[in-house]
């Protein structure tokens, strides 16, 4: 499980606990490239995926698709790594 105390800043500027981003309980790709590689592979999942685009001090990853229930499903930056994992946890049955 990631620490949820971790501070991001999203791109509209504010400044959030990534508890607050995994409150709704949906899966979360926390994207911190600064680029849109990650964001054209997960757009077939814009519908049960929430996409946030930030940057952070001190992360583990550049970026982590969460679970609803908070455990790291993926971390890296690799696109086609990450279309695996958007497959094999949250392509409908």
Not at 11 to 17: E, L, P, V
Not at 37 to 59: K, Q
């Amino acid at each position: 499980m990631v620490r949820a105390t971790i501070n991001l800043t999203t791109d509209d500027g504010h400044t959030r606990r990534l508890a607050e981003l995994l409150r709704d309980a949906r899966p979360l790709l926390l994207d911190l490239t600064g680029g849109n590689d990650l964001a054209a592979t997960a757009e077939s999942w814009n519908d049960r995926v929430h996409r946030v685009t930030a940057t952070a001090d001190d992360f583990p990853a550049p970026a982590l698709l969460i679970r609803p229930d908070g455990y790291v499903a993926w971390a890296g930056a690799d696109p086609d790594s990450l279309k695996k994992a958007l497959t094999r946890w949250f392509s409908p049955g």
